[in-house]
């Protein structure tokens, strides 16, 4: 992946998770209520949550050996912890596969079923993962993987573009931008998501 990132004006140690990223895609103004007015989500009553929750505690069940096989890796690490004051963000990686050519790859597991399509949080959060992986490794990062436990385990690849990774690192900036600024950003136009969202009450759904 080739970089052509400038970093915003911020201390080294100011993040944003890549959870936060996750937020911003279901809807950006989730970053101004969790950051901005400081709200909570309360979602510890989110069934979604605790079950991916659950995920993460089962994973190492879950026998994808032959995945890794098939990838021909040569070790992995589980559950790392990484963070970059380049990119202002920061996470906990389900898996970092090593590739016996040199190269590293994500892999992260999601409690759902594969919709024969990648959702964009997926992709997302994979390509920010591999920036996190390229900084600290010093290793080539060109794609990642995603493995959909409620579909029988079924591993997708998604392949890294450099018009997604500059899609990725606009997001991180306009997170950024929410926070400092504390810009009521527009609201997601899917109003579909407004119906059990935790802010409906007191989100005017209004630019």
Not at 27 to 50: A, G, T
Not at 74 to 97: A, C, F, N, W
Not at 131 to 160: D, M, W
């Amino acid at each position: 992946m080739s970089c052509f990132y400038e970093s915003p004006d911020l201390e080294d140690s100011w993040s944003i998770t890549i959870s936060d990223v996750i937020e911003y895609l279901f809807c950006p103004r989730f970053i101004y209520f969790m950051h901005c007015l400081d709200i909570p989500q309360h979602e510890d009553k989110h069934f979604k949550v605790l079950k991916g929750r659950e995920l993460h505690k089962e994973r190492e069940k879950v026998n994808s050996s032959y995945v890794r096989k098939r990838l021909d890796v040569v070790r992995k690490e589980t559950d790392v912890y990484l963070s970059s004051s380049q990119y202002h963000i920061r996470g906990i990686m389900d898996e970092i596969l090593f590739m016996d050519d040199g190269s590293a790859a994500p892999l992260d597991f999601k409690f759902s079923e594969y919709q024969e399509r990648m959702f964009r949080t997926h992709k997302f959060q994979s390509i920010l993962y591999g920036l996190l992986i390229t900084e600290h490794y010093g290793v080539p990062v060109s794609h990642g993987y995603v493995c959909y436990t409620r579909s029988k385990n079924k591993v997708t690849e998604i392949q890294f573009t450099d018009k997604m990774m500059k899609e990725a690192l606009e997001i991180v900036q306009d997170i950024i931008r929410i926070i400092q600024n504390g810009h009521f950003p527009q609201a997601s136009s899917n109003k579909s998501r407004c119906i059990d969202c935790c802010y409906r009450r007191i989100c005017t759904g209004k630019e």
